[in-house]
């Protein structure tokens, strides 16, 4: 530990699997750290809903960094699609952090939470890669707009961050299909996302954290 970001606010969204680890890590750094989730109890925003953002805008005052790492995965063939899980996955990677930037006074940085099916498409993922790519252009046109706040997004790989719980399958097949032959860690992602809150010069940038995958 070594303090990097003591005296800073950070505002992780998505409470689950890396936005604990991320705000776990922030706050061993020195950060004040607020987890905002739609779920009850804590503090409440729904990236559905702007109010909600609002509220907490309001309620949270200026913050030195907000980390969005929500989701809402609707991984379904085209002619499966369900149009309310379509709308939510784009309020959760792109509408949402949009609100955010509208609503909350950000003094140094922005960081979305973007994904490596962004860039590999495939079927029954169309939802999920669309809302990771645009997650990595909403970064590169908000830096424009919030400047000098900087505004950059990281594209995970396959990490094992508990979500793959179950399924040891896609973990080892990840594995094979890295350079460094093996899966991401939490450990990977919050060690880069401490790096990304701190580096000054870099914004408007996706940093793609995948193992050198090919």
Known sequence: MNNRLAGQTVLVLGGRHLGTAIADAASAEGAKVHVASHRPGGLHIDLRDEATIAAAADELGPVDHVVNTAAAPHAVPVRELDRDKTVDAFAAKVIGPLLLAKH???????????????????????????????????????????????????????????????????????????????????????????????????????????????
């Open 104 to 214: 909350f006074t950000i003094r140094r940085s922005l960081l979305l939470f973007s994904g490596q099916v962004g860039w590999r498409p495939a079927r029954g993922s169309v939802v999920t890669g669309v809302t990771n790519g645009a997650a990595a252009f909403a970064a590169r046109h908000l830096a424009a707009e919030l400047a000098p706040v900087r505004v950059n997004a990281l594209s995970p790989g396959i990490i094992d961050s508990g979500v793959w719980d179950g399924k040891p399958d896609v973990l080892a097949n990840a594995a094979k299909r890295t350079l460094v032959g093996r899966t991401g860690t939490v450990a990977d992602v919050t060690d880069t996302v401490l790096w990304m809150l701190q580096a000054e010069f870099l914004t408007g940038e996706t940093i793609h954290l995948e193992g050198g995958r090919p």
